[in-house]
């Protein structure tokens, strides 16, 4: 039995909690947070204990892994902690906002020869995955052009949005990866534009609301991203692969199959709300994973050059849009 | 904490002791199953113990409840022991093969005033449920038509076809239940008819492997029920409601939402597999609701009353086939 | 250059006169109306001339075919005189209410040796056709069970029912041409029963608005139809045939592919409203094969003893209906 | 009855031909091409006369209108010579491939004050159409985002290509078209990349296959294009605009509604197979809206300015790629 340490007891911390507790062979041994209640609450639902001191963990050795899922600003620090200390590391995404701290995070990992998990859970999702692995297996010959949809229902708070990085690094962080993963190749030329069209405040505080980014890879794929802050009609995930055969395109999620036909239309149900609802599987899938890298040595299958890449892609399209021109990277 | 026995270690009694596992407020205490090791196996499973004899759970105080996932033989012999020993009850389908031994059951629940829950899991189903609910409220008005189509991916083997009290007691009789929860009415009368199609050693076991079945209720409402032990393309489980005011319709559920467009053909996943894949939801759903029977006292959704129903629906059904003519209820 | 003479300015005549204009080789020549204003001006559309008797036509020579799309009461009696004059025949459905008369108009195209079509334009419908054709090459194997799902979205005047013949005569004939196409087998057993539910007058003038008719084959393939006279979303026209190696399914057209996701949901559009929008092409195609017919000598795809063989169908679902039992055929 | 002049008896010349048959109130009067004997049979098919000459039908006073469907590099002279004969002008796009004589054409028609229709007929087709009203209806709120995805099933041979004027004044006219129509905004920056992904010869050529375009809008709104020359599973034509209250989407139209599910996928039609199948109804309610705009006086809803507009996003687009970066408009 393999003891672990969670970082972080709030929303998606929750979802791992419960993920960490159905895996075989892992133990959830300690639940760090700021906030103490909320450590204390989550910790005794899963027969853990609160550590008051985000230290303890690192300096256990019967702890062999940890799963940050703290707030953005701390991943690195985090990352480079536990890195230090030897334990397998499981981290939400970003790495960090900073390209030059992600990449001595990188760095760090390498040299502790630790294994390293960032949590692009999209890579894990049923949906996803089975295109993948079709797209692998030649079922549409060699990929050519990839449109991705992504759009949340609403955008977060002001508040937020400030300390995000901007959209890049907050929201399309995951489309970037996707592109990587699905692609096959990497970025050769980025570029952004966008606008704000939802809500003024967003402008105000340095942001855009929308965006369109087109990347040209070195094999000369192509890839577009649409994506917006606000979707009236909830969260929109969906992206479609162009190839040499054929097409392969990933839909959203529905709650339930019920088609109702009135005089009105005919009408099935919105997209699952929002990403704890859409990629619900996906964080169960990922986690998995993460426990058989710890207890069987499977390789990561997101790493954390995994993570870097996309964050090199994020700001290089904030440099576009900035600039107005395109980024070769 | 409430301790709960478990009665069979096959295959959906290891679905109901990993949803017992996750109900707050229970425990499953004892695994009782003819094979020792397998009672053996799902018992250290799930920290339970395995029980020799089938009484023991019964005998203990702490026991308020046994959920009953035997072989179809023991089903009364099991509801009439537990309703003895004042426990709660949670029975899978058919209560009995014979009409008259599921009266005694439901009389003997009746007396002992303890609570039962017969195992008809899809009405927890998402889809169907959602369906009901929006049903209920009115969306397409009155109900006036349902068409339920129920068709397995391929036949049991013979032996069990043999043992199963044929096609409507072993298949339809969700479909009976099906039909009595949507339509709101008891049927006034019931035609049947069916053939041998897929195997003619169906026949030879004195059963058929198609069924078409009328039902008109009490108010005029009508029901067509189609079944096949075999569909190529998988499990089929769909109906739709024909409302003074619309149509509500419960699909298919898919394991994936990928679309392939070939030079052949656009296409889809196929229909998740079988039972256990499509109902998963409904069985953790249904697990839920029998827990909250007995930790906070709910009424069960589908009673034993509602095993019997659907049992003389079946019963009449077969009497139809057999003479060719519509049966009075 | 072929004449041909139309009798019938409604409606349905006016769809028969325009297809007829595009068909290459023949030239509508009379059209014959009781009502003489209705004639006129259809006549001078489509450069014929309006015929005050309906017997000069038949008269005239250079007439070699007439299409027959007036009053169901009439139909007899044209088929009759028209195949005295020798003429090829196309004629609507229902040849007519009574099987007897059916027949006799049976006997005497036969005797006469003139083509005659009877108008069952489903077979002609793009949809349908290509399920055919598809379950013929043998894609889903033999088949075995056909549901047919047949609703009109509202119930016609009163006095159009007192004089339909019954729903069955009426509506579900055409519900009976497709059964024996799609089956490729004749009925051993017929079963209808049926509610009023939409209307009470409808229960006055002797009929039911809400059929559900099984039909068993010889060979013990098996169809159930539903129909009923009034859908709230629209004209309701699929089938799906079940067969050993697959299922294939006809479903309804839309006006446009137009998909709306709003914070309500996820819609599309209502079904094609009626017949006359839903078989459009079907109606095309079908005039196109009479041509055909008339000029290149094809063999009528749905000839005068179809037309017989859905009307008894019909009768015996009419008397199952009456009696509460099965008809043997 | 207004006398119609065509030029061109081609593959679309046909189309045109058939459609202006079926209009009331206009009549076929010449045809007109280089090919003596193409003009001599469509005539003969519609009762029309094969003009030798080119000027005669401009020289007949009797003639009001003329349809242009000969090849790009006409069709400036022939706007320009029939503007100065002043007759209304239907011309196929594009209005020419140099953006200078597109604009002396608008200048002629303006001087001339002759109607001018552009055939981008897209915009008639049923799907579009009903997708722009419902817009303009308000159902989904202001425009934010329009996401085209314009496929062919293959490349033409590369003769054609070499004499198109490239990709983007070949293939995405129309696309530009549909972004200015329904994003009812002017660009003010375009963005253009591309590849050579099927076939060298393309490259050779001096063209390229595959496009990714994003446009701004002068008020911020967003556009992205992708084009292919080449998708296996035929022609893919489908848009959706993101507004601020929801989603609109055109889906691909299908030839039939049949639906098969065997061991293998449940399956669906390819799209209709190229622009002659797909905008066949387009192209009647086109020549419709011509015949009306000759008849009553309608305005053209696709003139010579939108050509003009449409070609001078396809020169910026060329120009973008060509230099690698966006062009402000």
Known sequence: MIDIALYGAG?????????????????LKYIVDVDANAARELASRHNAQAAADAQQPLADASVQAVVIATSTD????????AAKARKAIFCEKPVDLAVARARACVDA???AKVPCLIGFQRRYDPTFAALKKRLDAGEVGDP???????R????????????????FKDMLIHDFDVCRWILGDEAAVVFATGSTLTDP????????DS?????????????????????AYGYDQRFEILGSKGL???????????????????SQDLPEHFFLERYRQAYAIEMAHFAKMITEGASPKTGIEDGLKALELAEAAATSLKSGKPVEM
Chains 1, 2, 3, 4 share one sequence.
């Open 74 to 81: 701390t991943h690195a620090d985090m990352i480079l902690a």
């Open 211 to 231: 965006t369109a980014v087109t990347i040209r890879t070195k094999r000369g794929r192509l890839c577009q991203i649409n994506t917006s802050r606000r979707a």
């Open 248 to 266: 392969l395109q990933a839909g959203n999620h529905k709650p339930t199959e019920v088609v109702a036909q009135t005089a009105q239309a005919v």
């Open 11 to 27: 929303r998606i911390g929750k979802i791992h909690a419960g993920n960490l507790a159905s895996q075989p062979g892992v133990r």
């Open 152 to 167: 949340d229902p609403g955008a977060p708070p002001i508040a937020y949005i400030e300390r995000s990085g901007g959209i």
């Open 201 to 208: 405040k967003i402008q105000a505080a340095g942001d855009i």
């Open 144 to 150: 050519e052009m990839l449109i991705i949809t992504s």
């Open 109 to 111: 990992v390498a040299a």
